[in-house]
């Protein structure tokens, strides 16, 4: 196993990653795996994530996204447009790494809403996508008015949605209302891996099963009576994960 840390560049921000590999073999696979809101790469569920992928011989290149971890940016300035300028900026960086042969993309949460998103764009350079526990509900909730569980008058959006932890800009909520991941599902007919907690506290577990019967071609593996983030069972998210690319 072999670690290297470094940044990529996306218009001048900087993206603080780690690529992970399994062996020095001069070709193969590589999963970029990035985190949820409020999130970062060296979580629990991320890291059995990544250890679970590199056990089938996959590099790992996890990336944070703007205003997580140790990348640039401040949290209350992110939204789902940067992180997805960010995530292509950093399938550009995979694609141009010479030992790369197949591209995956995995995610949690937000990060596999992002997923979802990045599967409709790329997808010719996609081999498959594995959103986790993806939080494909915020943009409805963002059109609604209600994120985080705080209501807000969705058609006249507050300058910042604030609770005792965190706080969201109008931005965040006027991005996310313009997003419509069903386009995204329809466009992608690779292989889907969708992992969810059925006792899932933040994203509802029905989330999971709607996304599953839209895509085309996608297998949801359910985790009995755990959360969101697989505290209860993580390795049954890993052995679901290493399953799918045994396959
Ligand atoms: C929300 C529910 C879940 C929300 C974000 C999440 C911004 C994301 C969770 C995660 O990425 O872990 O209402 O609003």
Partial sequence: MTTKEFYIDCDGIRLHSKLDRPDDSPKGPLCILIHGFTGHMEEDHIIAAQKAMNDCGISVLRAEMYGHGGSDGDFKDHTLYKWVTNALAVVDYAKKLDFVTDLYLCGHSQGGLLTMLIGGMRRDDLKAILPLSPAWMIPEGA???????????????P??????????????IRVAQTIHVEDEIARYDGPVLIVHGDDDEAVPYIYGQKAAELYQNAKLVTIHGDDHCYTRHPDEMADAIRAFFSE
Wanted: hydrophobic content about 35%; aromatic content about 6%.
């Fill in 143 to 157: 059109r609604s008015g209600n994120l985080l569980g705080m209501p807000f008058d969705p058609l006249h959006i």
């Fill in 159 to 172: 300058e910042t949605l604030v609770n005792d932890e965190l706080e969201l800009s109008g931005d965040y």
